[in-house]
């Protein structure tokens, strides 16, 4: 899907498309996580204990590494100068503690709500999808591990485990009645078929007077559109370009965008519309996009896919954004808590270990963080 169902207009032609291999990799993550997944990513296989894990790799770590003089465990040493693990455990905390400790902690949101419904992802379940996945985008498998370790730096293990095992526990958790609706493969196939609208804009981040007077500017010379957007534009990315932007399609999520984009005809220029507090923008129409598929029937198979994915997608998200809320978390190294705590509340002295985990004293409430 995307820009390559559309033949653009000569002379209007945008920033080349990036290659194939990075294409795949952006649809990839898309498959993991999409909202608020998009900022979590997740550490396990299976539903095992975070200490287990733990004792598991300090135990491997420390065999053969302590010394036999002082049992301290080294992990260097510069001329008769150890470096000690802890040493490189405090620096590494320093640096990546903060990042690490979200990983276990959504880690172990989803892991505990899988042993208490009795869900469990198998090995098995995991290698499945990986070939179904590679089934979907026509490569072997061995082919696909190696364009992730290319392109994302991650190995088959880290992606089984950081993408594939928490993708496949939250949609059991999520359930699997999916259904797609007459209406939502047409609008679906309006937005990833139908025409779009190919335009500049100029993103104005100010009052209304301040779009306006640029709007003026606009109308009294619709031929310089693309030097008014190179020196009045505030988006990064299009003011280069004079105010080129991908050409904008229906039902992409932008309804006031897009509502007076398909109004527009080439050559007009838009009104001003507010997109946001102080934020507003001006287009001008440059032309539409002819679609290369007219019929819904010749991609309803893949089109009927494509929704169910991101259909899915969008309950794994919320099952996950509700097991977060309903989650008491506490990060003592950030200080932040979703439990009514005081700050000084918030120390590694109020936690008892219990079962290997880390589980909040009782506490009066206090202070929201």
Partial sequence: MGERNHSHSANKSVAAPATSNRRLIHIVAGTACVGLLAAVTFQFLRAESATSQTETVSKQSSEGLASTETKEQYLGRVNDQPITYDEVARECVARYGAEILDKIINRLIIQQECEKRGIVVTETEVI???????KGFKLPVDTYYQLLQTEQDISPQQYNRHIIWPKLALQKLAG??????????????????????????????????QAGEIWEKCNANPGDFDKLAKEHSNDPNSRPLGGVVPPIRKHAGLSQIEEEAFKLKPGEISSVIQIGKNRHVIMKCEGFTKPVVADVKDVWTELHSTLIEE???????????KLEQDAEVINFLTRKSTVRKTAAQLSPGNVRQTSGTQTSEKVAPAVVR
């Fill in 176 to 209: 699997s009645d999916v259904t797609v609706s007459e209406e939502d493969m047409r609008k679906a196939f309006e937005r990833d078929y139908g025409p779009r609208v190919e335009v500049r804009i100029i993103m104005v981040d100010g009052n209304i007077r």
């Fill in 311 to 321: 259909k899915t997608q969008l309950a794994v998200a919320e099952v996950f954004q």
């Fill in 128 to 134: 499945q999808e990986v070939q179904k996945i590679c």
